[in-house]
């Protein structure tokens, strides 16, 4: 069992930052692969980025990219989701999800992840 717990959300002005960070509880969660999803009220959950278990690989939503990043620091057990330039459409709960390492099943897609956090809104204001 990997738990969790995502932090940092907030609410924020367009044009604002924010850095979301996942800690998990398990030590070898160095050997999952970690993305992150979002879910606006009334609307559907939504992929934002991954990152491979080595960090070697990222992958970014089209809706994103050039304003998030996603890094990980395996030594402490978290992975971090810097997000720049915030719109009002950026608004939502952010989770994050854990999975194997290797998969059949792309980055891109929630049944990728075994392991899924609470969540952790982020409301940004126009």
């Known amino acids: 069992q990997v738990q969790l717990v995502e932090s940092g959300g907030g609410l924020v002005q367009a044009g604002g930052s924010l850095r979301l960070s996942c800690a998990a509880s398990?030590?070898?969660?160095?050997?999952?692969?970690v993305g992150w999803f979002r879910q606006a009220p009334g609307k559907e959950r939504e992929f934002v980025a991954a990152?491979?278990?080595?960090?070697?690989?990222?992958y970014y939503a089209d809706s994103v990219k050039g304003r998030a990043t996603i890094s990980r620091d395996n030594a402490k057990n978290t992975v971090y989701l810097q997000m720049n330039s915030l719109k009002p459409e950026d608004t939502a709960v952010y989770y994050c999800?854990?999975?194997?390492?290797?998969?059949?099943?792309?980055?891109?897609?929630?049944?990728?992840?075994?392991?899924w956090g609470q969540g952790t809104q982020v409301t940004v204001s126009s």
């Open positions: 999800a854990a999975g194997p390492g290797y998969s059949r099943i792309n980055y891109y897609t929630g049944s990728r992840y075994d392991y």
């Open positions: 398990r030590r070898t969660f160095s050997n999952y692969a």
């Open positions: 990152i491979s278990w080595s960090g070697d690989s990222t």
